[in-house]
């Protein structure tokens, strides 16, 4: 079994659902973290795992949590985007 802390792609899919789930550009997305694109797009594509600092702040400005961006964990998020990843999972099922 596969540690959640190191599973990139999995960290990458959870990027990649929190970032559509924003409504903005992937860029943007980073961006408003404080996060260079370049670096934004290796955790989306699952190559790099988000430093706890980046981490930290994409809690911070879109209410993630760090359960659900390193382990998965979706219950300490707001309704609010754990709806509209919810709604994002389910449509590309």
């Not at 400005?61 to 994002?88: C, F, H, K, Q, W």
Request: charged content about 25%; glycine content about 8%; overall charge positive.
């Amino acid at each position: 079994m596969v540690n959640p802390l190191y599973d990139l792609p999995a960290i990458g899919q959870r990027m990649r659902l929190a970032w559509k789930a924003s409504g903005l550009t992937q860029k943007e997305f980073f961006r408003r973290a404080g996060i260079a694109s370049n670096t934004g797009n290796q955790y989306v594509q699952g190559v790099e795992r988000p430093l706890l600092d980046n981490a930290i702040r994409l809690c911070e400005v879109y209410n993630l949590t760090l359960d659900y961006i390193y382990r998965g964990d979706p219950s300490g998020l707001r309704y609010e985007m754990r709806d509209a990843i919810a709604a994002l999972r389910n449509n590309h099922k």
